[in-house]
């Protein structure tokens, strides 16, 4: 699927295209874990800070974001793994990720896009002593804004999911595809789903207050807890009467525990519902969102056909394009957002304050922090791919024929997501810049990219086709966007200087080589241990030896690349040995 014009968000099926899954969330600097005020930045703006610095600045806050990163993450991977073992990869999870796609695209299109383009930075501008009464105005001018017009999309939605439905598969086939069986489960799932938009909605302008706080403990925990009540949802009620219809009521349940969960985190700063809707602040959040809303419609368009094409190419395609998304968001949620996330309000400190030299100095601080993380996540999970499917998905009503499936599109996502990693940092930073329409016109771009490889290839490739033009999407977009940055700071200066690309080109260097390195020893050791570890008759023991064959190898390669990055002296990864030394008081 197209690529996504911001970066993954938090309801689990975003427009990542080809049904890819994540739930990252927002920027700010990071707070003590267990913190109700605001903290003091940890990024000092000073341009004269040190370069070691500015890395142990940007591993703690990224370190912060992890923590509810790696939590949700892992609740949605065993979300996945629940529906995956509940409810095989046919028509029925076709059905429920079809009904999950349309209530994702509403979202995005009505208020998730402008969460972190938008939101966060203007209601930034609001946190202070004197100007908090203003900022609860106007997030509540937002609730009842949003309340208002998404409450109505969403009526008129469930009266006509027939057609939404038509629109989402018809290219596919529809029932000639599937089925009119099918057909109508997805009509009755989108009628089940959609209430959650409202609720994502209010959850939303909720959680852009508390990162515009620098408040990150809640919003990280509320997306836990909508994992948790899907997963809690599906297992329950999956083999009822109800069935897959189990999972639209988890997420119902689930965007309503993300407002309630976060409502204590803004117990001093609680919103006062009001009808200025014309409030200043409102209208440059309505023109900062306005590139973002146009990107988003192509991105929009783009999975529609993208879903339809996946309906009609094969059996297995949605789910095994979504569960192998889940795989890949683990790396790409996990390090690129995290870290994106922490150099933003730096970022858009540095910019704001006219310090050019400061804000590329953070960027390329971030850009080297995600090269040392994201390409060894990258190369290992390509090694370990196979006993990495057969350990998360191959297991109840996933069959061997669909684990298959979910391999392929989990190898031929990899190269995007790698990409996609440095491009979320390269988003973020035009972000800072108040520029949101040159992602999104490079986002267009790149939807025509995936267009021409989507209808070229799935023809004669079915869904490894659909698969590859997402991640030649991927690339083009991040190419293009590098392009265009070096634009804005030609050679020479003193601002790329402080860039220092030869650096950065060094890191990227020396951790592909160490990645490699660390790739062949893992991977040996896994065929090892999958040839040599005896095979029980089922039960406990195969699910062991499943997990002995992806963790000793997994963990083993991280010691051989951390020990090889320290051996040559990167400092990225002496920035994260000092944050964990310091977590354990050494």
Known sequence: MPYPTVPPHWPDETVRFSGRSGDTDPFELAPPLDSDQPSTPIINAAPAESESHGSRGIAFAAAILMIGNILSRVLGLVREQTASYMFGAGDQMAAFII????HTMLF???????????LIPVLSEYVGEHTRHELRRITGALLVLSVTAVGGVVALLMIFA????????????GEAARGIATVDLTIEL????????LLLAISTILMSTLFALQRFTLPSLSLSMRNVAIIFSALTLGRTALGVRSMAIGIVLGALLLVVVQLPGLRDTMPIPNFHINHPAIRRIGLLYLPIFIGLMANTFA??????LAWGAGEYAPAAMRYATTLNQMVLGLVAAAISLASLPALSRHFSAGDDEAYWGTLANGLRMITVLVIPATLGLAVLSWPTVQLMFMHGETSHDAAVQILIALLIYLPGTLFAAFDQALIF???ARKNTMTPQIVGVVAVGVYFFFALTLVGRFSMAGLVAANSAQFIFHAILMIVLLRRIFPYGTPAARRFDTPRLIRTIRTSTIVALGMAIVAGALAWLLAHRLPEPSGGAGTLLREVVIVVIPAGIGAIIYAAGLLAFDVPEMRAIQHRVLARFGR
């Open 99 to 102: 009904a999950d796609n349309v």
């Open 108 to 118: 995005d299109l009505v208020i998730s896009g402008m969460m972190q383009a938008a």
């Open 162 to 173: 027939p057609a939404a439905v038509k629109v989402m598969t018809a290219l596919g086939g």
């Open 190 to 197: 989108v009628r089940w789903i959609l209430p959650a938009v």
């Open 303 to 308: 999975l529609i056909v993208d879903r339809n």
């Open 429 to 431: 930073a035009y972000y």
